[in-house]
Structures are given as structure tokens and as C-alpha cells.
């Protein structure tokens, strides 16, 4: 592999969706030194807290060494990889020729690479012809998709990392980017020293990235789309519109012009809808007026909601009347929250898309059939991931494979969905860890993974940029790669001809002619000059953006600046969208509202970063965050233990007392679970409730009540 230049190996950090470069200099002993990689383009040397504690996570503290089947007894028995894999083959196989391709699904995960994700996608969707294969994005940034499809034609982010260097106003939407993606916030930072630009920051937490924001905007939950109809309104009363890019490149505007103002047509309707005082509304509305180069970011706030994807068109509606979109330092711009979920994207890794950003329509069910040759494809979408799991709790769904994720701790409504797990007939997990709550809800075989270090492949940021991850240690015991496990299942299936992979660099060639098969320029993810790299070029490969086209390799950091969208006119669509209202009230026996989220140095629910003494620092123990004048009313007090009930579960948790948090609302961080800390899955707490266009789960207003322990 490429070697830095103090004989490091190059690979991508672990965790978020920046996907910064890291430099891992092997000690010989199993343990690597880490350092920032200054070539990366996406932090060109900086590493945030968790990226710089990796080092400490690569011990074989709690690993899965070999693969293990559930014997007559009960009990967890090492066997053979032969036998592991024959047995999930034939377990498949006889479920699916019983009950129907519908009666078994995937369970992906963000942190698996592309490859990966691939081969998973690929012996689902195109051989047990089934598109049940879901992944833990659909919690992360499904609106986003969604939103992005509706307006675009496509999943298509339209900027890059450097807007951020070249805007004048910077607009972070529900978005803890300080703590959640720190060194894109960095790059955020120096550009509001260097050049001077303005920051907005609207949470209904007043968080450390409102701290630095010259306006905070702590909305009531769930009225995002209220101040940005009301934003559109002020923009085409007050002469900020870009008429001609409206003409000629969009279709729908007056519509959702006039949706705007029912839904919040005045400064004055929009303050009263969103809880925000009129100065403020006004304000915020006259910099973003005044302002052409915007970048508006936005992330779980917006996204981990039952109208995430209406949120997600009311921003985008803003920045394509104004035009300023695809241009530097002026774009929408998702925030990802997981090192791969934009690469789980690209090969289909959603159930309601197929491989290359193709759709469930007949002729991209019969391009993907043809390239793959595939035996029986799937020709409707699968169930998302909130569904899924509600179809195993009914019995319909009775094999299920959990690739490098911990559903038990992440879902919401996460009893219900533990419980659901017990019921399955087969249940497979390939793991990192010998023990998680997902693990210990029951299964039936656990397959060891080979983990970040040891794996190789590719991931790709927020940005559209494909890195490469590579190994930099050997294997721990029986690991092996995530690809190969579903590849050696596959050929055990009888369709060894299509799996027929050697290493990652064979898989991401074909990923890459996929990509690139019968596309003249109407799909936008298309990687085909990549499609013929050798063994080496892959090896040797470099952070690139797509696209890169076969015929036009010129890089395409932006999109949209003049039209070209990935729909049949070649226009975007302004969305109308519905009135904005949170699915539940709060009532007498649930006053409060639940926002849950993550802290600054812990990742998901913590099986690696929990590994570092140094993370377990920050923020040592679960909690709930509690306003003043609600620990007052309800009784509760600083460092106390306090219990936290919804309609779904319950957990306790160490009261913090802060100023930070909205009266009315609680906060409390996802990352704990039974294997961590008994008695706080937070994720047990939350409504599953979704969103009708992506199926995202509402993460951030569950119904809920305090009491003291
Ligand atoms: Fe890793 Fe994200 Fe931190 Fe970069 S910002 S070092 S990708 S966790």
C-alpha cells in the first residue's frame, strides 16, 4: 500500500462522514501510531479527538475470533469457516424456497466499505430477488436522500468541502458540527476568521456549535420547514429571488411559493410558528437575503424526523430561487454522519434503490439484470429498516443477516426491536465484537469481521470523494472480510459464477462499470474511468470526487450551477411541502419532549471508541440534559439520578441541569446500552415513528416524562 512519508500506510478514520486521511504507522506489536494525513483533502492533516485516539481501539480486547453457531445446547460453539458458511447457505436456502425471497433481509451498516456493501446489495437484490437490504443510514440520512431525489432527480450533493472555505454565510440546520463532524467544522472556523464569514446556527439546542454562531435560533422541535417557507416567502416579497435560474432550470416554484406562505407568509407567522422572536426571524431573513454566497448545512436535526424529507425541500427551495446552488461557496449541503453511508448510497445499499443510484423502474431493473446476469432480480423496493424489523416482530420476515451494525441499541423503539429478534428462525450476525446487545439478543451463528486496520477497500465522505481504506494489521484470528463472508455464502447458493471475487480491487471494478453501463450523463453517480484500474492503480489510488466519466475525466466538484439535473426535463422541482406538525402531542402523563443525539467523542453505540480511555474522558456516563425551571417543576437535580419514561420504555439516567437545553425538551445521547451501562438504551425510548417519503425514523421528539430515582 502507498506509504506517508515516515513509512506510514494512508487510510480513511473509522468514524464520521468527513472522511478524513489518516497516517498508521505499524509497531509490530498490533498497535499503530496515528497521525493526520496532510495529502488527504479532506483535513489535510487534522484529526478531531476520535480520529487521533484510534490507536487506542486496535487491541483484541472483546474481538470475535472465530465463527461460532448456536449448538442444541443453547450454547455459542466454535466450528469451522466451511461449516459456518454451509450452514447459512443451507439456512437461506431452505427459507427462501419455503417462504418466498421476502422472507429474509439484510441489515447493513455505514461502516461497512463499498465492497462490502456491493456484494451484499448484489446477492440480495439480483440472485434471492428480494430487495429487503436495508442499512443503519436509513436512521442517518435518508431524508436527505429523499430530498435530494424529489428536487434533483438524483442523490446528488451539489457542493464540496471548499464552499465552506468560500462562503460568506454559513447556515448549520440542526446540525452539532463542532462535536459531530469537527474537522469540517475546523475548516468552517477558519473561514469566519480568515475571511469573515457569518454563521447561523438553528437547533433547539443552544450547542457548543451555537457558541460560536453571531445568531442562534433555538426553535421549537420540528418547525424547520415553518422557517424556511417563511425565508422563501421573504425572499420573493423582498426582490432576493433569482428569476431567470427559476425559469429556466426549476419547475414548480409557484406552488411551493404559495404552500410557503400558508404555512408561515409573514416575519410575524413565522416567529409564531417557530417560537423564535420576530428580531430574530427578521434578522436571519435579511443576512440570508443580503448574502449570495450561503451554504446551508444540515444533518440529523433535519434529517432524524417523520417530516425529515419535507425539511430537507423547504432548504433545498431556498437555495434554487435564489440560485445559489452549485456554485462556490453557495449550496444546500447534507452533512453524513457515518464514514460510508454516501458509498452504501452509490451500490444500492437502501432498499428502495437499486446499485449505481438506479431506481425500482423497469428499465433499471432490466440494465442491473442484465449486467449482473442475474438470476431473480428484485422487482419492487424492500422494506426500510423501521418496516423490517416490524415485519420480523410479525413473523413474516424469519432469516435475517446483521452485517456490522447493533440494531438492539440503534432502532428506535429498540425493546420492541430485541424482541423482535428472538423470533427469527435464523439470525446471523458478522461482528468485530463477540458481545453487543444485537449479539446477545439471540444469535444464531456470529461470523468474525475483520475491523478497521485490517480491512481494505474504499469509503466515500460527505463530499462525493472516494478513499481508500487499507490494512495496516493482520487479521485478528479467524477475521476475514465482510465481502468475502457474503461471497462464500453466495457461491454456497449457486451462484458462485457472480461472486466469483478475489480481492476488494476486483469488486470496485465492477462497482465502477456498473456505474458506468448504459449511461450517457442520465445518472450522475458514474465512476466508469475507474473501471479498468489494475491491482496496483488501486492500490495506489488517491482521494477522487465523482464523477469521473469514462468520456469527460475532468474532475465535477460541483453540480447544478447551470441546470442539468438528473430529471426527465433536466429541471429541479420545488417541493411543496405538507404543514409541518410533529406526529404526537405531549400530554399531561408526557410534558416533555426526548431529542436524543451524540456527544463529541463517542461513536454510535460505542464498540470501538468505547475501547479508548482517553474518549471515556469527555463525558464519562449516560445522561439526560434538563432545563432549569423543568428540574425545578419536576424534581429533579443536578448529579441526581433521574428515570425517563416514553410510550415506548424507560431508562435512568444522571440528571444535568443546563441553560443549553430548551424548557420543554430533555436531550440524552445514544451511544450507551445494556453492554455498557446497565439500564441506559435510550434507544428503547424513542418512537418509531417515519418518515412517509424515506423512512426515517423521528430521533428528536418523543413524547416523554422525568421523575426523580
Ligand atoms: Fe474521523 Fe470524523 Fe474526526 Fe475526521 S472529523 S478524524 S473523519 S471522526
Not at 460560536?212 to 426582490?239: C, I, M, R, W, Y
Request: charged content about 20%; hydrophobic content about 40%; overall charge neutral.
Amino acid at each position: 500500500a502507498p506509504r506517508g512519508p515516515v513509512g506510514a500506510i494512508r487510510t480513511t478514520c473509522a468514524y464520521c462522514g468527513v472522511g478524513c486521511g489518516v497516517l498508521a504507522t505499524p509497531d509490530g506489536r498490533g498497535g499503530a501510531a496515528i497521525s493526520g494525513d496532510p495529502e488527504h483533502p479532506a483535513n489535510f492533516g487534522r484529526l478531531c479527538s476520535k480520529g487521533s485516539a484510534l490507536g487506542e481501539t486496535l487491541g483484541l480486547e472483546d474481538r470475535l475470533l472465530y465463527p461460532m453457531i448456536r449448538c442444541s445446547k443453547g450454547t455459542m460453539e466454535q466450528v469451522a469457516w466451511s461449516d459456518a458458511l454451509d450452514h447459512v447457505a443451507s439456512r437461506f436456502a431452505h427459507i427462501v424456497k419455503r417462504d418466498g425471497p421476502g422472507a429474509v433481509a439484510f441489515y447493513l451498516s455505514g461502516q461497512l466499505l463499498t465492497e462490502d456493501y456491493y456484494v451484499a446489495n448484489k446477492l440480495m437484490k439480483g440472485f434471492i430477488g428480494s430487495a429487503n437490504v436495508d442499512t443503519n443510514s436509513r436512521l442517518c440520512m435518508s431524508s436527505s436522500v429523499a430530498g435530494q431525489r424529489r428536487a434533483f432527480g438524483a442523490d446528488t450533493v451539489p457542493g464540496c468541502y471548499e464552499d465552506l472555505e468560500q462562503a460568506d454565510l454559513l447556515v448549520l440546520v440542526g446540525s452539532n458540527a463542532a462535536w459531530c463532524h469537527p474537522v469540517l467544522y475546523q475548516r468552517m472556523l477558519a473561514n469566519k476568521q480568515k475571511r469573515g464569514a457569518r454563521m447561523v446556527v438553528i437547533d433547539p439546542r443552544r450547542t457548543d456549535t451555537a457558541g460560536d454562531a453571531e445568531l442562534f435560533l433555538g426553535l421549537k422541535p420540528g418547525t424547520d420547514t415553518a422557517l424556511f417557507s417563511g425565508l422563501l416567502v421573504h425572499l420573493a416579497d423582498n426582490g432576493a429571488l433569482d428569476p431567470d435560474y427559476i425559469e429556466r432550470y426549476t419547475g414548480g416554484f409557484d406552488e411551493a411559493l404559495a404552500r410557503a406562505r400558508s404555512i408561515a407568509g409573514s416575519v410575524g407567522a413565522t416567529a409564531l410558528a417557530t417560537g423564535l422572536s420576530e428580531q430574530d426571524v427578521a434578522d436571519f431573513f435579511r443576512i440570508f437575503a443580503a448574502t449570495p454566497r450561503v451554504v446551508t448545512l444540515y444533518s440529523q436535526g433535519v434529517n432524524q424526523s417523520a417530516q425529515g424529507t419535507d425539511k430537507v425541500n423547504a432548504i433545498i427551495n431556498c437555495h434554487l430561487a435564489t440560485g445559489r446552488i452549485g456554485k462556490p461557496g453557495a449550496s444546500p449541503f447534507s452533512l453524513t454522519g457515518q464514514p460510508n453511508a454516501m458509498g452504501g448510497r452509490e451500490v444500492g445499499g437502501l432498499a428502495n434503490q437499486l446499485a449505481a443510484h438506479m431506481r425500482f423502474t423497469p428499465p433499471d431493473i432490466d440494465r442491473v439484470r442484465r449486467f449482473w446476469k442475474a438470476s431473480r432480480i428484485a422487482t419492487h423496493e424492500g422494506l426500510k429498516a423501521v418496516q423490517m424489523f416490524e415485519a420480523i416482530a410479525r413473523g413474516e420476515i424469519k432469516a435475517l443477516w446483521v452485517i456490522g451494525t447493533n440494531p438492539a441499541v440503534s432502532l428506535p423503539d429498540a425493546d420492541a426491536a430485541r424482541a423482535a429478534l428472538k423470533k427469527l428462525e435464523l439470525f446471523v450476525v458478522s461482528e468485530n465484537v463477540r458481545s453487543n446487545d444485537t449479539v446477545n439478543a439471540g444469535a444464531h451463528v456470529l461470523l468474525p469481521a475483520q475491523a478497521w486496520g485490517e480491512k481494505s477497500g474504499t469509503v466515500t465522505n460527505s463530499e462525493r470523494r472516494i478513499s481508500r481504506q487499507r490494512a495496516f494489521l493482520e487479521p485478528a484470528g479467524e477475521a476475514r472480510p465482510d465481502w468475502w463472508i457474503v461471497s462464500e455464502v453466495a457461491k454456497r447458493l449457486g451462484f458462485g459464477a457472480a461472486f466469483d471475487f478475489n480481492s476488494a480491487a476486483d469488486i470496485f471494478r465492477e462497482h465502477a462499470a456498473l456505474s458506468a453501463f448504459e449511461n450517457s450523463g442520465g445518472r450522475d453517480f458514474d465512476i466508469g474511468a475507474l473501471q479498468s484500474l489494475s491491482d496496483q492503480a488501486f492500490d495506489a489510488l488517491t482521494p477522487v470526487q465523482w464523477p469521473t466519466r469514462q468520456d469527460n475525466s475532468q474532475p465535477q466538484p460541483r453540480f447544478f450551477a447551470n441546470g442539468g439535473f438528473f430529471s426527465s426535463d433536466f429541471k429541479a422541482r420545488f417541493i411543496a411541502p405538507e404543514i409541518p406538525a410533529l406526529r404526537t402531542e405531549t400530554t399531561a402523563g408526557r410534558p416533555l419532549r426526548l431529542n436524543t443525539g451524540r456527544i463529541r467523542d463517542q461513536w454510535h453505540t460505542m464498540t470501538r471508541s468505547g475501547l479508548s480511555p482517553r474518549l471515556g474522558q469527555h463525558l464519562p456516563e449516560p445522561f439526560v440534559e434538563v432545563h432549569p425551571d423543568d428540574a425545578l417543576k419536576f424534581g429533579v437535580t443536578d448529579g441526581s439520578f433521574a428515570r425517563v419514561t416514553t410510550d415506548h420504555g424507560q431508562c435512568t439516567l444522571k440528571v444535568v441541569v443546563s441553560e443549553r437545553q430548551q424548557r420543554g425538551m430533555l436531550f440524552a445521547p445514544i451511544h450507551w446500552s445494556e453492554a455498557t451501562a446497565t439500564g441506559s438504551r435510550v434507544g428503547a425510548l424513542v418512537a418509531p415513528f417515519t418518515d412517509p417519503f424515506s423512512g426515517q425514523p423521528e430521533n428528536k421528539a418523543t413524547p416523554a416524562s422525568i421523575t426523580p430515582y
